[in-house]
């Protein structure tokens, strides 16, 4: 019993995160669209208002772990939760863009800190000993929902045409999420009062290699994940292709999480990271110069495996460089890395589309994870395998 991974805690866990993502990525697709048709902006701007969103979530993160290391657990997660999903109504009543691009940056700020709560708690109630396959399977709720959040976002859109419908659900499905998350029996946390305030209760020190590392790599996924549908429809001509591009990079994403959990369990985690930069640069250089139909999903499913090698293994990273009392401040400072490179793809994705294209975009994204390849081979892993505590 010690080492059972599905509990109910973890099973409202991981749901209470897919609801969550499912919100997210229900906004994420149609976002460009929105802006453009309702209040007419160009691809610059449009871009600089939805990376108000990550900007905003990762100056938070250092906050965020702190607050989960410093605070119980699963009070804040369930503050900061709802805190989340009241912001999708926030949408609906957004009459400006300065508006909007107000609620757009204040809910990245919820968006950081609950996003750290939720990770750090289901760490909190996985046993040790299979915690690789936890943070794979948890990532898996997050996967699911980047899946099924834009498909079920386009078929509302194709069927009303009106965003507020989009909104609402949003709302409502953070909502069934939330009472979710209430049911978890979190372990009692022993609150060690600390007055001393240093930098590295906000940020893992240890962590700052991987972490400028991992940017490299989600300013990728910040420019794939935002600007795909408008991609596909201006530079290779589908109109009606980008939901199932989100699909079969999800399905890229469940099948090697699945496959990497148990790896991660025996310590494989630097060649897990290495195999999944070169299917990115495989899967992005598909992208780019096989612009049709077939290449197009090819090169989802490729990224999708590349980043459900990535992004686990680079979690694990921090956590197994972090003592135990900084778990939440490893989560945060991955996800500080992660939001940063998301918020950079999605702010200079924009300028560049606007300056050239979509594909040059991709251009510099596929150069950017060349460089992380560079780095991570000659400095990072050497420095993780170095400094390591578990």
């Keep these: 019993m010690k080492d059972k991974l599905w509990t109910p805690g973890f099973v409202a866990a991981c749901f209470g995160n897919f609801m969550m993502f499912f919100a997210f990525y229900l906004l994420l697709p149609i976002l460009p669209m929105y802006l453009a048709e309702v209040f007419s902006t160009d691809r610059a701007v449009t ?69 750290v709560s939720s990770n750090t708690l289901a760490l909190d109630i996985m046993p040790s000993a299979r915690r690789g396959e936890g943070i794979g399977y948890f990532g ?59 930098l590295d209760r906000f940020l893992l020190i240890k962590g700052i290699p991987g972490a400028l590392t991992l940017l490299l790599f989600s300013f990728g996924y910040g420019i794939l994940s935002t600007y795909v549908a408008m991609y596909a429809q201006d530079e290779i001509g589908l109109t009606a292709g980008a939901s199932l591009f989100f699909v079969c990079l999800a399905v890229g994403l ?13 310590g494989y985690i630097t060649r897990l990271i290495l195999i999944g930069i070169l299917l990115l640069i495989v899967g992005f250089a598909c992208f780019i110069w096989l612009q049709n139909k077939l290449f197009f999903y090819i090169a989802a499913v490729l990224i999708g495996l590349a980043y459900g090698f990535i992004c686990p293994s680079f979690q694990t990273m921090f956590i197994n460089l972090a003592p135990h009392n900084q778990r939440g401040t490893a989560n945060a400072t991955y996800y500080t890395s992660w939001d ?51």
């Design 140 to 198: 898996i709720s997050t996967n699911l929902a980047t899946a099924l959040g834009p498909v079920a976002s386009l078929s509302l859109l194709d069927s009303f045409g009106n965003y507020d419908y989009i909104f609402l659900t949003s709302f409502l499905g953070g909502l069934i999420g939330f009472v979710s998350v209430t049911l978890i029996k979190a372990p009692k946390k022993k609150i060690t009062p600390d007055k001393t305030l240093s």
């Design 340 to 390: 940063l490179g998301v918020g950079l793809g999605v702010l200079l994705g924009g300028a560049v589309a606007g300056w050239l294209n979509y594909t040059a975009t991709y251009i510099l994204g596929l150069i950017l994870i060349i460089i992380g390849l560079a780095v991570f081979e000659l400095y990072t892993a050497k420095y993780f395998e170095r400094n390591k505590l578990r």
């Design 47 to 115: 871009g600089l208002v939805l990376a108000s969103y990550t900007v905003m979530a990762l100056l938070f993160r250092p906050f965020a772990g702190f607050m989960v290391d410093a605070f119980s657990r699963k009070p804040l997660l369930l503050i900061c939760y709802f805190i989340f999903i009241t912001y999708f109504l926030g949408y609906i009543f957004a009459g400006t863009l300065l508006l909007f691009t107000i609620i757009r940056a204040t809910h990245g700020l919820a968006f950081g800190m609950v996003t």
């Design 254 to 266: 469940i099948l090697s999480r699945f496959t990497a959990g148990k790896f991660l369990n025996k």
